[in-house]
T-cell receptor, first 115, second 113 residues
Framework: GAGVSQSPRYKVAKRGQDVALRCDPI?????LFWYQQALGQGPEFLTY????????KSGLPSDRFFAERPEGSVSTLKIQRTQQEDSAVYLC?????????????FGQGTRLTVV | AQTVTQSQPEMSVQEAETVTLSCTYD???????LFWYKQPPSRQMILVIR??????QNATENRFSVNFQKAAKSFSLKISDSQLGDAAMYFC??????????FGPGTSLSVIP
C-alpha cells in the first residue's frame, strides 16, 4: 500500500474487554514498531519486530499486552482485560530496515478509549 | 538511559515570521540520529528533518533548519516564513540503536494569521 495503515481508527472498549489493533506496514518493510501515545504526550516505545521476530518488547507495560507479526507483514497488538489507563493512541511505524538512518513511516494510529 | 527534553509545551508565531523550538537530549552513545517530527491533528507523524551526530553541518530542508550543538546536546528547530499549515505538535526524537526512537514530550505550535 501507499502508507502504513492502522485499523480501527477509533475503538471504545468496556473495562475488562479484550481488544486487537491491526497494523498493515508498507509492503517490503522489514522493521515494525508499536508506540503508545497518551493524551498530550510523546509516543512511548512498546515493541519492535524485524520480519516475524519480536526483537524488543521491553516497552510493553504489562503482560496484558501482546504483539505478534506471524508472517512478517501485518502485525496485531492485543490488549487483554483493558483498563482505563490503557486509553491512548497506539501508533504503528515501519521501515525498510532498522538502521539508525532509516526513516520510519507512521500510521495514523488507533485511538483507544476504555470506559 | 536516553532522554529527550522539550521545555516549551506551547509556542506561537505570526504567519511569515520565524520561530525556534528547543530540544535537549542525553545519551552515552557517540553515533546517533536526531529527528524532528510533526504531528498535525490527523495524528499522522511526519518526518520534518534529520541530523546525523557525526556531521558538523546543520541540516536544512527548505524552510526548516536545525542548530545542532553536540557538546551541549542541544538540537533546536528553526521554522522560517511560518505558514498556517505549520501548526501542529512537534516532537524531537533520538535514535541510537536499531530498534527504537525516543521521543520528547512535544511542543504545540500555533500560527497566528
Amino acid at each position: 500500500g501507499a502508507g502504513v495503515s492502522q485499523s480501527p481508527r477509533y475503538k471504545v472498549a468496556k473495562r475488562g474487554q479484550d481488544v486487537a489493533l491491526r497494523c498493515d506496514p508498507i509492503s517490503g518493510h522489514v522493521s515494525l514498531f508499536w508506540y503508545q501515545q497518551a493524551l498530550g504526550q510523546g509516543p512511548e516505545f512498546l515493541t519492535y519486530f524485524q520480519n516475524e521476530a519480536q526483537l524488543d518488547k521491553s516497552g510493553l507495560p504489562s503482560d496484558r499486552f501482546f504483539a505478534e507479526r506471524p508472517e512478517g507483514s501485518v502485525s496485531t497488538l492485543k490488549i487483554q482485560r483493558t483498563q482505563q489507563e490503557d486509553s491512548a493512541v497506539y501508533l504503528c511505524a515501519s521501515s525498510l530496515i532498522g538502521d539508525r538512518n532509516t526513516e520510519a513511516f507512521f500510521g495514523q494510529g488507533t485511538r483507544l478509549t476504555v470506559v | 538511559a536516553q532522554t529527550v527534553t522539550q521545555s516549551q509545551p506551547e509556542m506561537s508565531v505570526q504567519e511569515a515570521e520565524t520561530v525556534t523550538l528547543s530540544c535537549t537530549y542525553d545519551t552515552s552513545e557517540s553515533d546517533y540520529y536526531l529527528f524532528w517530527y510533526k504531528q498535525p491533528p490527523s495524528r499522522q507523524m511526519i518526518l520534518v528533518i534529520r541530523q546525523e551526530a557525526y556531521k558538523q553541518q546543520n541540516a536544512t530542508e527548505n524552510r526548516f533548519s536545525v542548530n545542532f550543538q553536540k557538546a551541549a546536546k542541544s538540537f533546536s528547530l528553526k521554522i522560517s516564513d511560518s505558514q498556517l499549515g505549520d501548526a501542529a505538535m512537534y516532537f524531537c526524537a533520538l535514535k541510537t540503536s536499531y530498534d527504537k526512537v525516543i521521543f520528547g514530550p512535544g511542543t504545540s505550535l500555533s500560527v497566528i494569521p
